[in-house]
Structures are given as C-alpha cells and as structure tokens.
C-alpha cells in the first residue's frame, strides 16, 4: 500500500470508528434500567399493598392512607414504564395489558376499602353488642346462643366457607328463637342486624381479596419482566457486536497508522538519502567547476568513490569517447575488473532500453532473460548492474556505471536519476578542461604566430641588404684569393673571410626558412622514400665517426606536407644529436605508425585521437637538464658558442605547419630522444619527390566564400572550382547571412575573407556559426596580429588561412576539415560539449 491510499483511508477509518464507537454505546441500556427499577418499584409497592390489604382485613390497619399512597406508587411506577416506552409494538402491548391488569387492582383496592370499611364497623359492633349480652344477667340459654353466634361468627371470619356460612346463619336463627327481655331486645336486634351483615360481608370481601391477591398483574408484570430481560440481552449483544466491531475497526486504524508512519518513514529516510545525494552531487560539481585542469582527474577518481559508496556498488567506472576519450575505473579493496570490463560497456549500454534520463537498472542480472546481454554481464560476475550515458546517432558518448557483485544492494532507484546530473557535472568538468587545453594552445598559437611574422617581417627586411652585403663580401673575397699566392698567409686570412661569409650566408638561409610562412605546396609523400633520400644527404653530412641506424619504415607512413621541409626536420635533428655527442657516438632514427584513441598529452603539445606517424631520432650524448628542456625551442636560444639557436625552433616551427607535434625526452649523463609526431593520412600510392604536386581535391562540396573584394573573389572561386569544389560567392555579408538561413544543410564548409572593418570577418563568423553550428569556419586573413583566441572560438572559427588565399593551402585546410566533420558525425554526440579545434 502507497502512502496516499493508506492517508485517505485514515479519516474513512476515522468516520466508521465515530459510527461504530456511537453505535457500541448501549443506548437503550439505560432506558431497560430505568424499566427494571420501575418494574422492582412495581413488585415492591404491591408486595406492600398486599400486606396492607391483608392487615386491613385483619383489621391491624387504622386507616387507608398506606393503601392510597401504594395506589398511587403503582400509579406512578406505570407512568414510568410507559414513559420510557420503546417503539416496539409487541412491548408497548405488553404494557397496555400490564396496566389494564393494574388498573383491575386499583378498582378492587377500592372495593375492599368500602367493603373491608364496613366489615370493619360491623365487626366492632358486632364484638360490642355480643359482649354486652354476655355480660347481661339475661338467661342463660339467650347467653349460650350469642356465644355460639360469636364463636360461629368468628369461625367465618377466619374461614368464609360455605359452610361456615351455614353455621352463622343457623346461629343467627338459633338467636333469634330464644326469648328475650324488653330490655335486652334492642341488643338482641343489633346483634343480629350486624350479625346477618358480616354474614353477607365476609365472604364478599375476602372475595375481593382473593381477588385482588390473584389479580392478572403479577403474570404481566412477570411477562413484561422477561420482555425487558430480552430486550435488554439482545440490546447488549447488539453492542457487544460493534464493541467488537469497534476493537477490529480500531486494530486496523492502528494498522493503517502504522504502515503509514512506516511509510512516511521510509520516504523521509528516502528524502534524507536523496538530499545527502544532491549534497553529494552538490559538492562534487563544487570541486570540479574550483578545480585546476591538472587536477580533474584527481577529482573525478574521488567523485566515482563517493558516488559508489553511496549506491552500494563494489566497482565504478566512467567511460568518454570521442574528444575526450578517457577512462576512470574505481572498485573496492580486493576486487578487480575482468579482462574486457568496462571496455564493453558502451556497446552493452545501446543494446538496452534505458529510461528517458538515459538510466539502466537491473537489480539482478539473474531474472534476466536467457542471451548474450545476460552472458556478458555475468561473465563479468555481476550481480546488479547501474549506468546512465547520453546516446546520440553514432553511439555513446559518455557512460557512468555501478557494479554491484553482491546481491541485494543497489536496489533503491528512487534516487537514481541524480546520476544524470553527475555525469553531466563530470562531462561539464572535462568540457572545461578540453576548453581551457584549447585555449592555452591556441594563445601559444598566436603567440607563436606572431612572433613568426615577426621573425618572417624581420627576415624580408634584412635578407636582401644582408645578402647584397654577404654577396660582395664572397665575390671580393674570391677576386683577391686569385690574385694571391695559395698557401700564403694572405691566402689563409682570405680563406678565413669567406667561410665567415659563408657562414653568414648559411645563417641568412635560415633565418628566412625560420621566418618564412607555410605557404608551400604540400602532397602526399611516404616517409619510406622520404627517409630514404634523406639518409644519404645524412651519410654525407655527418661526422664521419657518427653512426647512423635507421629502421625500417612502415609503408602505412604517409603523411601530407613538404618535403624539403621534412627532410630539414630529420637533418636538423641528427645535427643536434651529433653535437651532442661530440661528433661521435651512434644516432638511431625510427619511424612508426601509431593509432591514438584518446588525447594524450606530449611534452610540447598534445594529440587528439587518430593516426599519426612517429619519428623518432635517439642519441646518446650529454643529454639535457629540465631547466634547459624547457628552452630548446625557443628562437635563438643555443648553449653552444657557435650555434645559432635556430635549428630546435625551425624544427619546431616545421612540425606545427604540418599540424603535428613534439615529444621530448632526455637524462643528463644517458641521452636524449626527439620525437615528431604528424598527421598520418591514407594514400596507397605517394607521388614521386619529381613528379608533379599532388593536392588533395574536393567531391564537389558546396564552399561558401565570402569577400568584399569581387575580382579576387573571383579568383578565389575559380580556384576552388579547380579543386573540386562548387564554390559560392557572396559580397555583401546580408546576402551570405540569408543565403544560410534559407538553406542551412546546402553549405559543406565557409570561407570568411577581407571585410571592411577587420572586426566585422569575426562578427560575421560569430553569426553564421549560429545559423549552421556544425560546419567549419575558415577565416582568410592577411595578419594574425589583434586576433585574441577567445574571440576565435567564441566566433566558432574552425582555422586560419592566408589572404590572399594559396591553393595548397585553402585544398589542405578544407580537405582536413571536411574528413574530421564527416568523422565527427559518425562517432561524436550531438549532446556533448562542443570542441573547437583552431588551426595557425
């Protein structure tokens, strides 16, 4: 029974208690009490009356008045009977005939008075006229006849037989015949007038005694006694059964409060627990929104203890793909995950039907049905099983799960759609990480940017003026050693001018391949062949004491860039290795193929997922402190004499145009290892280094170009065209704007070029991006000077172009874009937190 059914049963359970409890009184137990004192008032009083009547007769009783008051009394006892009469007809007839039975007292009461009254005068003198006649002087036979008379007189007194009555009257006769004196005549007369009246009276009155005494009340009088008695019992029994009824009416009330109390408890104990949950919850977005971008996985490893301690589960795991693939697992001590768990987790997950918060609880695995679901969950020795994940197209995006390997516990699913704001917390929390990660790469980006053009504005200056200086310096220089003896010290002084001069020259060389753009073709070039040229311009470089170790290179190693610069990298490299191991020592250079599924951090940059090509140069030299390591890249920084500090920093520079990064690793005293990481992309078969560049080309997707500029807009049109591509222009930034409301889906990728002001390229970009959030922004600028990275990725701008636009260039950024957003859309959720990759 729920809560609400047994609150409103209450006050039902309430009105029939009041029912029953009005009901169990005995009502008419009072009324049956006040009869039975009326009915004993009743018996009594005629008991009384009796009495009195008797003594009357015996002539004991002075007056009548006892015998009014106890006619009264019955009187009165009646009126009570029927005053608390019921409506009951075969009772109210009961005492309709007990008082015609009274009321038949009552007049023979009165008879008896009026007889007995005269009786009682007769009786006087009739005792006084005999007494006078005895005590006369009269003779004696008239004496011994009024003795017989009295003694005959006083037998019919006591005995009013017919007999008795024969013999007064024959007594009477006898009186009369005897002779008398004129004196005692008058007596004789009386005594016999008298004596013939208490011979009709006596037996008249005792009549109405025996009467009176064997009057019907006494029957009705019982009669209505046990009427009452029945009445009385059955009335008794009527409330002894709602009393009864009453006690199990109140048993189940008490029940009813009991489990409604036990129900109340259990939702406030479930009320308690949900806002330990929410507090729970509360703090951990509180330390994940504080915490530092380091320190969030400490915190989500914490977050996933707390969050299993308090569903009962023996493991906990959160699984992210895409973007943020990563995996945190947590389990009690003494328990470990079976081989291939969690991993399966996000392919069991879509095989469930989950709630709408994206919830599955299975209390016990054993009451599933017989399958391959129920196999893999018991093969992981599961016994319970919770996890909540957002599924979008594609597949899971982010799955937060219990195991439970004991059975009975997480069973309390009330609480369990709170899961859903933890993992939005967590999900939160790695957005922001990713977010901020993106940001500080992309201020080093423009830094970096900036800083080139810098180095590259510096460079155009110089080199021309440097190079004529440099030019001169060599060409006299040379002009003069002609003119002198070889092996003189003229010669000698000569020769040592020209190398500084070349020196000079080489120094220039580099500075312009430091300053200068990535605005080269690039095609697709196996590493196998690239390796290969470049280990015998190696071979004739280095250090005749260096040797040289190249493992194999996988066919797999393609990857899309330049290959001078490339080989530059590679050369670059070894020459460090080799200085820094005094021109002698052993420099391997491997070159592998690695797939990524989930960021991984380098020591200078970090990579997303996907395949890249790894190459790696190893020495064994004096190796590099931390706090030197944490220079090497910069511009013009060196810690030998001689070196110019632009060897690490084009390197460096180089494997960033070609969108990869660097790895370094190294021990003071042991070696030093240098990795590049680049973009691996699939091509069966590389055009040769003599062959013509190969650009990637477009599938005749819809670009959507913008400029205010019509004839380079053109240009830029046709160029497009070349590629591939079906390129649409637009001047006027309205046109652009109701070009994309109208049909958002027609666009596969936008070109933002010159605008007028600048400031307006990044506001359009902000607009459009609303309008088709999922398609890449290329903004075309001529300067990467005043762009601040938060405005880049509020604008939703995916990467940065030159202006004016370069085929290589504009054919490589749309190719890359165009291959992430179809990937995106096959394995990333809608729902996730948006990444924004921004390419300088």
């Given amino acids: 029974m729920k809560a609400m059914p047994a609150a409103a049963a209450v006050p039902v359970l309430l009105v029939l208690l009041t029912w029953l409890s009005f009901r169990a009184i005995d009502t008419d137990a009072e009324r049956y009490d006040r009869k039975f004192k009326a009915l004993d008032r009743f018996t009594v009083v005629e008991i009384a009356l009796h009495r009195d009547v008797l003594s009357a007769r015996a002539g004991m009783l002075r007056n009548y008045d006892p015998l009014v008051w106890e006619v009264n009394a019955l009187r009165e006892a009646l009126d009570r009977l029927r005053d608390d009469g019921s409506r009951d007809a075969e009772e109210a007839a009961a005492i309709d005939r007990f008082a015609a039975a009274t009321t038949r007292q009552e007049e023979l009461t009165e008879q008896f008075k009026s007889d007995n009254a005269l009786l009682q005068n007769s009786l006087a003198h009739f005792r006084l006229f005999s007494a006078r006649l005895s005590e006369s002087d009269e003779n004696d036979a008239l004496a011994r006849a009024v003795s017989a008379l009295t003694a005959a007189m006083l037998q019919l007194t006591l005995d009013t037989s017919p007999a008795a009555a024969r013999e007064v009257t024959d007594r009477l006769s006898g009186l009369a015949a005897q002779p008398f004196s004129t004196g005692a005549g008058d007596s004789v007369q009386a005594l016999l007038a008298h004596g013939r009246l208490l011979h009709d009276l006596l037996p008249t009155t005792d009549g109405v005694l025996r009467a009176l005494l064997a009057a019907p009340s006494k029957q009705e009088l019982k009669a209505l006694r046990t009427m009452v008695r029945s009445r009385q019992a059955k009335s008794r029994a009527t409330a002894r059964e709602f009393r009864l009824s009453l006690s199990a009416a109140s048993l189940l009330l008490l029940g009813v409060l009991v489990h409604l109390g036990l129900q109340l408890r259990a939702r406030a104990r479930a009320l308690h627990r949900r806002a330990a949950f929410e507090h729970l919850i509360a703090g951990i977005s509180t330390r994940l929104i504080d915490a530092q971008p380091r320190e969030v996985d400490a915190h989500i490893d914490r977050a996933l203890a707390e969050l299993a301690e308090h569903v009962g589960a023996d493991r906990a795991y959160l699984i992210v793909s895409g973007d943020l693939a990563r995996m945190h697992t947590w389990c009690r001590e003494g328990i470990t995950f079976p081989l291939g768990w969690p991993d399966r987790v996000p392919t069991l997950v879509a095989r469930f039907d989950a709630t709408p918060e994206g919830i599955i609880h299975i209390q016990s695995v054993d009451r599933l049905l017989s399958g391959s679901d129920k196999d893999a969950l018991a093969a992981a020795g599961l016994r319970g099983w919770v996890c909540v994940s957002n599924l979008a197209k594609g597949g899971v995006n982010a799955v937060l799960g219990f195991d439970a390997l004991r059975p009975g516990i997480i069973t309390q699913s009330a609480e369990l759609g709170l899961l859903r704001m933890a993992l939005e917390a967590v999900a939160n929390a790695l957005g922001r990480e990713h977010l901020e990660q993106e940001r500080a790469r992309l201020e080093a980006n423009l830094q970096q940017a900036r800083r080139m053009e810098t180095v590259g504005a510096l460079a155009s200056g110089i080199a021309h003026n440097f190079n004529n200086i440099v030019g001169a310096i060599l060409g006299y220089t040379e002009m003069a050693e002609g003119q002198i003896a070889p092996g003189s010290r003229s010669a000698r002084s000569l020769g040592e001018i020209r190398r500084a001069g070349e020196r000079a020259r080489d120094l220039v060389d580099q500075i312009l391949a430091f300053g200068r753009r990535g605005d080269v073709q690039r095609r697709p070039i196996s590493m196998k062949g690239l390796v290969a040229e470049t280990s015998s311009l190696l071979h004739a470089s280095l250090p005749p004491r260096i040797e040289l170790d190249i493992r194999e290179v996988p066919d797999a190693a393609v990857i899309l860039g330049q290959p001078g610069q490339l080989q530059q990298v590679i050369v670059n490299l070894c020459n460090n290795a080799a200085q820094a191991m005094d021109q002698i020592g052993r420099i391997e250079i491997e070159t592998e193929v690695h797939q990524i599924t989930g960021t991984r951090s380098l020591t200078h940059g ?235």
């Fill in 606 to 840: 970090e990579l997303g997922p996907g395949r890249y090509v790894r190459i790696a140069v190893n020495d064994a030299g004096r190796g590099i402190d931390e706090v030197t390591l944490e220079h090497i890249f910069e511009p013009f920084f060196t810690t030998r004499l001689a070196g110019n500090g632009l060897g690490l920093a084009t390197v460096r520079e180089i494997v960033r145009e070609h969108s990869g990064t660097m790895n370094v690793w190294s021990t003071p005293g042991v070696g030093s290892r240098f990795e590049v990481w680049l973009p691996c992309i699939a091509a069966a078969a590389p055009a040769p280094r003599d062959s013509q560049s190969v650009l990637p080309f477009g599938r005749g997707e819809t670009v959507l170009m913008l400029d205010d500029a019509g004839g380079r807009l053109l240009a830029d049109e046709e160029m497009l065209a070349a590629l591939g591509y079906e390129p649409v222009g637009f001047t006027r930034p309205g046109d652009a704007l109701a070009a994309c409301r109208a049909t958002p889906k027609r666009f596969d990728a936008l070109v933002v070029g010159h605008l007028v002001p600048a400031a307006s390229a990044l506001d359009l970009a902000a607009e459009l991006h609303g309008i088709v959030p999922d398609v890449p922004i290329l903004l075309a600028t001529a300067s990467a000077d005043e762009i601040v990275a938060d405005a880049l990725l509020s604008a939703g701008v995916s990467e940065i172009v030159h202006l004016p636009l370069i085929s290589a260039e504009i054919a490589s950024a749309l190719a890359r874009w165009l291959q992430f957003q179809n990937l995106r859309s096959a394995s990333y959720v809608r729902n996730a937190i948006p990444t924004t990759e921004i390419m300088l």
